[in-house]
């Protein structure tokens, strides 16, 4: 499939998901890095969400939780370019109800090229980059394309 590009603005549009297991290791992180989250937009799976905001103060678009669809709305969002980084502390010790969700949503992500940090010393790295406040290039699948190649006679 062919590329083109696209940028990713300076100040971006964060999903912050986390398992149960992870939800007090993400407050911590986003309590930890408050000023710089600050100057972005946050967006998260329904308790998450609600868990970030009520902790930090800081404000977080809440979406339905994970396994009510949640991980779907952000995968739509990372489909539609609404989304520009992923943060998400899964925890791979526990069995997870809604695992195909989780997969499909960071399926998603490498689809489209956005940053993904899937723990604390990832994301740290990640949100203390240089590139962070900057718009920054990413190539992208050409869809049409795609789909010109997918015609089939019927």
Known sequence: MEQKTQSLPAQKNI????HD??????KLWCEKHKEILSKHTLYGTGTTGHLIQKTTGLDVVQLLSGPMGGDQQ???????????VLIFFWD????QPHD???KALL???A???IPVA?????????????????ELERTLPDYEKYLATRQIDL
Not at 77 to 84: C, D, N, V
Not at 92 to 95: E, H, T, V
Request: charged content about 20%; glycine content about 4%; some cysteine.
């Open 100 to 102: 195909p969700d989780v």
């Open 15 to 18: 999903a912050l998901v986390a």
């Open 107 to 109: 399926r998603l992500a």
């Open 92 to 95: 791979p010790l526990a069995s």
């Open 21 to 26: 297991g992870k939800k007090a290791a993400l």
């Open 118 to 134: 899937c723990n604390e010393v990832s994301a740290d790295m990640l949100l203390s980059s240089p590139l962070m406040d900057v």
């Open 111 to 113: 689809v489209w090229n």
């Open 74 to 84: 952000l995968g739509a969002k990372i489909a539609e370019h609404e989304i520009h």
